[in-house]
């Protein structure tokens, strides 16, 4: 895990951009990043130098009495970045950029809704809007400055993108990064059918959702098997969001050890930069490694590996294609080509909350016939035999829902119907 308060402001913007420009939500000359020191100097992107490409030295200092210290100009938009620390003192970064998605909400003019999974309102809060006015005139950040007032950290900006701010740079990013998935969220449900936001009961419910008591112990050793599960989840973890499963706040994963143990995700760390040291270790459903917090879905996962001996990995995740189905009344069917149905069989559709309420009931779902589960307005949850397994089974799923969504466009979907499904149970020996 970075611990990046020991990171100096410059690198931090270094490597967050990075992370911006590589996940496709910025363009070589769009977006500015900036932090607030403690000393009151704000470091910032600079202006016409490529994002892809930026280095530490690249990074523009400006002093509280305007000297700017760097070999470049600061960003143009430096006035609204001002703007917004001086409304919002307990800010200490700002991202603006131009993701795809936000700029669509924004050149309509229009909110995307944070209500469509739990996790979305409680990272970003409510949404404001900020008028528009020209790139890097005072009337633009003083238009701004008026929405961050209201209080919102997540705004809008008339056809120009979005702009967040946060307690640190990490921070601001996870906010950008939800909102940007929340976008594409939306956009891609509408494509499919008609959205079914969480109510105000489901958000009650959401509320319950809490990690499972368990006491602490230090392990005495790491076998081999367990050594060579921890990094295998590593890298899996690592290109699940490089491929935009998982995003950096949200994404489970657990395998299974051969001593009655299992080895999860940790709760609230980077899904980018985890590492092997980062991940716990359950012992007996009571105990979890010492001085580290599991994901909260451990009661599922000890639940499911207790009932279901065949399933030796489980990957809870929210990927935007698959997740236009938990969110609208549109039915996820997998009869598009052998492959998936092979991959993922039948998919259910299970209602809000049932898996984190009725955990032992939930887990009953998982026979040889149903590995894949949707939950509405929550995730998906695939187990595999082996990582391996639960992992393509994710990658399947999430194509096969984004195939289905560009075929809406073509035409209607042509099933494989019961006859050629019971020919290809019969040839692949599925059972």
């Avoid at 769009?30 to 202006?47: C, F, K």
């Avoid at 639940?303 to 990927?319: D, E, F, R």
Wanted: aromatic share 8%; hydrophobic share 40%; charged share 25%.
């Amino acid at each position: 895990m970075i611990k990046y308060n020991l990171l100096h402001p410059a690198d931090q913007i270094v490597m967050l951009m990075n992370r911006i420009y590589r996940y496709g939500m910025t363009t070589t000359s769009g977006g500015n990043l900036s932090v607030l020191d403690e000393n009151g100097d704000i470091w910032i992107t600079p202006s016409g130098i490529d994002k892809g490409s930026l280095k530490r030295i690249d990074i523009m200092q400006v002093k509280p009495d305007g000297t700017i210290i760097g070999p470049h100009r600061p960003s143009v938009e430096l006035p609204f970045h001002k703007h917004v620390y001086r409304t919002r003192p307990e800010a200490k970064a700002v991202i603006h950029a131009h993701p795809p998605a936000s700029v669509a909400f924004s050149i309509v003019r229009q909110i995307p809704n944070v209500h469509l999974v739990p996790n979305i309102n409680r990272i970003c809060g409510e949404v404001g809007m900020a008028e528009y006015d020209v790139p890097g005139s005072e009337a633009l950040g003083e238009n701004i400055a008026a929405a961050f007032a209201k209080g919102y950290d997540t705004v809008m900006m008339e056809n120009h993108g979005v702009i967040v701010i946060g307690k640190d740079l990490f921070d601001a990013f996870m906010k950008f990064e939800t909102i940007d998935m929340c976008a594409k969220l939306e956009i891609r449900a509408k494509c499919i059918g008609n959205i079914k936001p969480l109510s105000q009961k489901h958000i009650d419910i959401s509320l319950q959702k809490k990690g499972l008591p368990m006491q602490e112990f230090v392990p005495s050793h790491y076998s081999s098997e367990e050594r060579a599960v921890r990094r295998e989840m590593c890298e899996l973890i690592h290109r699940s969001y490089d491929q935009q499963l998982f995003t950096s706040t949200q994404g489970t994963f657990s395998v299974k050890l051969s001593d009655d143990a299992f080895v999860i995700t940790p709760y609230g760390v980077d899904r980018k930069y985890i590492t092997v040291d980062d991940l716990v270790r359950i012992e007996n459903g009571k105990y979890r490694e010492a001085g580290k917090n599991p994901s909260r879905s451990v009661a599922l996962h000890l639940k499911i590996y207790a009932m279901q001996p065949h399933v030796k990995s489980i990957i809870i995740s929210h990927p935007p294609n698959m997740m236009a189905f938990a969110v609208t009344d549109c039915v996820f069917d997998a009869h598009t080509i052998p492959e998936s149905y092979i991959a993922l069989r039948n998919v259910p559709k299970m209602p809000y909350g049932s898996s984190f309420l009725q955990p032992e009931m939930f887990a009953r779902i998982f026979d040889k016939r149903t590995p894949v589960v949707l939950v509405e307005n929550d995730c998906v949850i695939c187990t595999g035999s082996t990582l391996l397994q639960a992992f393509d089974r994710l990658e399947v799923a999430e194509f096969s829902a984004k195939a289905l969504i560009d075929a809406g466009v073509l035409g209607e979907m042509v099933r494989i119907n019961e006859e050629q499904t019971a020919e290809i149970e019969r040839f692949f020996k599925l059972d």
